[in-house]
């Protein structure tokens, strides 16, 4: 009997190495999530200090237009950080969006592998007939030529 060769492996392959690729994609996107994130806290932090030194302004009675380019700066971070904000709930949409295309390429793998198995089942079955037989025709034709 032949070598046992699923029949469907090529797409079997082909739909790893989309599983593969949507994982790398993923991957990529929590990465690019990580780096605003950072990015966002950097922001805050540069929001936090720049409040501090105009609390220490006006407690040191600084200059109006000290106290000027303090707040715009601040309206300036706050906005950044409005906006950065924003692109991480956009990139945390992506990355749901990304993980469903991950869990589908994960599907149709496993659905790949059940039928590999499947057939594995039926060639396993196919080969102990083949061999029952050719014992059956052994064992069976021998006698008949003693006789």
């Known amino acids: 009997?032949?070598?046992?060769?699923?029949?469907?492996?090529?797409?079997?392959?082909y739909r790893i190495q989309i599983e593969e690729m949507e994982k790398n994609d993923l991957s990529a996107l929590r990465a690019e999530l990580a780096e605003l994130?950072?990015?966002?806290?950097?922001?805050?932090?540069?929001?936090?200090?720049?409040?501090?030194?105009?609390?220490?302004?006006?407690?040191?009675?600084?200059?109006?237009?000290e106290i000027s380019v303090a707040n715009r700066f601040l309206t300036y971070k706050k906005q950044t950080l409005e906006m950065k904000l924003g692109e991480i709930e956009e990139k945390n949409k992506e990355i749901e969006k990304k993980l469903q295309d991950v869990i589908e390429a994960t599907q149709e793998v496993k659905?790949?592998?059940?039928?590999?198995?499947?057939?594995?089942?039926?060639?396993?079955?196919?080969?102990?007939?083949?061999?029952?037989h050719f014992i059956e025709?052994?064992?069976?034709a021998k006698p008949n030529a003693e006789a």
């Open 137 to 140: 025709e052994f064992f069976g």
């Open 37 to 65: 994130e950072e990015q966002a806290e950097k922001i805050k932090s540069s929001i936090i200090a720049k409040s501090d030194e105009l609390r220490r302004l006006y407690r040191k009675g600084a200059y109006p237009n």
């Open 111 to 132: 659905k790949m592998e059940k039928l590999e198995e499947h057939q594995l089942e039926e060639y396993r079955k196919a080969e102990q007939k083949e061999n029952e």
């Open 1 to 13: 009997m032949k070598k046992f060769k699923f029949t469907l492996d090529r797409i079997k392959q």
